[in-house]
Antibody
């Protein structure tokens, strides 16, 4: 059974940093592109970042470019999101999501999310 | 303001059919495949349709997808109260090199 379990969320002050993790199981993690998607309170889904299966390429939403860094460790079946210079508008539930092979941006499995709150 | 445009809400009676539209441009829908998701806030979104009209295993054929030009449509037949949720379209934008979602459509089954 495919499972994606996010962790690392919490309360952080504006300007602070946080590192999210996503533990994957039930599939060959190293064969799949992975993503982070977020939902701010009362808002819709917003894609944040994508990393290819071998970390050869990464993409970011303009809203996080230069502040967030996506990475992965295929040996540990884990996906990460390093978030720096956090702003109030980064407050959201953050999901990790798996790409369908050959269908970039189509997410067949999602985690339950980890909540990030940026507030003083 | 989302790159993809969806109606904020739709409603229909149980057993009826409803469609949800998703409008974009050549750089996204026009040249890439569309996915549709069902989402109850606070839970994991569920993939309903990918590659414009394909259903993952386990998704009933009450859900269908289509694409024409720069627009896509999700259809749901035989509406059930359990279908009440937010629905999102998504695709890759080749000009922006990002994944884009619609703003979401809230389905109410009256």
């Amino acid at each position: 059974e495919v499972q994606l379990v996010e962790s690392g969320g919490g309360l952080v002050k504006p300007g602070g940093s946080l590192r999210l993790s996503c533990a994957a199981s039930g599939f060959t993690f190293s064969s799949y592109n992975m993503n982070w998607v977020r939902q701010a309170p009362g808002k819709g889904l917003e894609w944040v970042s994508l990393i290819s299966s071998s970390s050869s390429y990464m993409y970011y939403a303009d809203s996080v470019k230069g502040r967030f860094t996506i990475s992965r460790d295929n040996a540990k079946n884990s996906l990460y999101l390093q978030m720096n210079s956090l702003r109030a508008e980064d407050t959201a539930l953050y999901y990790c999501a798996r790409d369908i092979p050959h269908y970039v941006g189509s997410f067949d499995y999602w985690g339950q999310g980890t909540l990030v709150t940026v507030s003083s | 303001q989302s790159v993809l445009t969806q109606p904020p809400s739709v409603s229909a009676a149980p057993g009826q059919r409803v469609t949800i539209s998703c409008s974009g441009s050549m750089s996204n829908i026009g040249n890439n495949y569309v996915s549709w998701y069902q989402h109850l806030p606070g839970t994991a979104p569920k993939l309903l349709i990918y590659d414009n009209n394909k259903r993952p295993s386990g998704i009933p054929d009450r859900f269908s997808g289509s694409k024409s030009g720069t627009s896509a449509t999700l259809g749901i037949t035989g509406l059930q109260t359990g279908d009440e949720a937010d629905y999102y379209c998504g695709t890759w934008d080749s000009s922006l090199s990002v994944v884009v979602f619609g703003g979401g459509t809230k389905l109410t089954v009256l």
